[in-house]
């Protein structure tokens, strides 16, 4: 991947105050995007969604010309039922 990974002020804020604890970092996150188990598309939002099934994380990102946004991250422990119930209403595709 040669775009650089830049992350919105609400996943820095996300990092410290809640995921971080996880053991959920920036360079996690960076890892999920170059090698996600899964990656999906946000076709309400015009995103992508890059999904690491082992650590419960889904990375919701932009890209842009040079670079790879990313918007926010979700950690669940039910991030199956959370990416089926998107996918059954066609949002993640």
């Known amino acids: 991947m ?3 990974v830049v992350f919105t002020d609400h996943v820095k804020d996300k ?3 809640e995921i ?3 053991g959920i970092t920036e360079h996690v996150i960076t890892e999920i995007l170059r090698t996600p188990d899964e990656l999906l598309y ?3 939002r015009n995103r992508f969604v890059a999904v690491d099934w082992t650590r419960n994380v889904a ?3 932009e890209k ?3 670079d790879l946004l990313v918007i926010t991250v979700i950690y669940s422990s039910e991030l199956k039922d959370v990416v089926n119930r998107r996918r059954r209403t066609g949002t993640w595709i």
């Open 42 to 44: 946000d076709a309400l």
């Open 59 to 61: 990375v919701i990102y």
């Open 64 to 66: 842009t010309d040079d």
């Open 20 to 22: 971080g604890k996880l």
């Open 2 to 4: 040669n775009r650089m």
């Open 15 to 17: 990092l410290l105050r």
